[in-house]
């Protein structure tokens, strides 16, 4: 158990639908982020929080949207689903440097 | 446009023996470099790390290469054991990306098998 914890580890939703993924940071880690691993890809970054707001955001779609809660946990969330959503998504937390630990995390498939 | 390369998805060694992992980079920008490891239906986990200000950094079996002006790094594993198997990404950050930013930039992995 690294510490970070998501939820759920599957997801199958059909296309058009939304879904939200959740995300429990380690303990005393203040900045969260997010990553999706498509097929052959490496990590791309989305977006991070720090402490509730906005850090940083990459190449993250207008159809997704994330948030960081006052306890810390964020949730990633996706809509109006396509195909090519289907992903692994990471959540990493850090106390503030580049050393994440990361979550095991949630495989969605787009059918 | 991959600014974090990986360009070979695998690699094969015999137990004992070096691993050699390569990674390229084209951001000039990028001045703090990580290795992450994966295992299969695992998060990556930090492995090693090394700064723009250093060529080289070791712990243990681990040891990261960075040549600036090549825009490479390396990692060697030595000797590399059967529980090094996993899938390795080199990842990438620039210091000035943004005041506690700290994102990172990952290249797509490189898969290592060592054979007993």
């Known amino acids: 158990d690294s510490g970070v914890t998501q939820t759920p580890k599957h997801l199958i939703t059909a296309t058009g639908q939304r879904v939200t993924l959740r995300c429990s940071p380690r303990?005393?880690?203040?900045?969260v982020y997010w990553y999706q691993q498509s097929l052959d890809q490496g990590l791309q970054f989305l977006i991070q929080?720090?402490?509730?707001?906005?850090?940083a955001k990459g190449n993250i779609l207008e159809r997704f949207s994330a948030q960081q809660f006052p306890d810390l946990h964020s949730e990633l969330n996706l809509s109006s689903l396509e195909l090519g959503d289907s992903a692994l998504y990471f959540c990493?937390?850090?106390?503030?440097?580049?050393?994440?630990?990361f979550g095991s995390g949630t495989r969605l498939t787009v059918v | 446009d991959q600014q974090v390369k990986q360009n070979s998805p695998s690699l094969s060694v015999q137990e004992g023996r070096i691993s050699i992992l390569n990674c390229d980079y084209t951001?000039?920008?990028?001045?703090?470099f990580l290795w992450y490891k994966k295992y299969p239906a695992e998060g990556p986990t930090f492995l090693i790390s090394?700064?723009?200000?250093?060529d080289k950094n070791e712990d243990g079996r681990f040891t990261v290469f960075l040549n600036k002006s090549a825009k490479h790094l390396s990692l060697h594993i030595v000797p590399s054991q059967p529980g090094d198997s996993a899938v390795y990404f080199c990842?990438?950050?620039?210091?000035?990306?943004?005041?506690?930013?700290?994102?990172?930039?990952f290249g797509k992995g490189t898969k290592l098998s060592v054979i007993p």
């Open positions: 990493a937390s850090s106390v503030g440097n580049w050393v994440y630990t």
């Open positions: 303990s005393g880690d203040l900045s």
């Open positions: 929080y720090y402490n509730g707001e906005e850090r």
């Open positions: 951001n000039s920008m990028f001045d703090y």
């Open positions: 090394i700064s723009s200000i250093k």
């Open positions: 990842a990438a950050s620039a210091v000035a990306s943004g005041a506690g930013s700290y994102q990172l930039t």
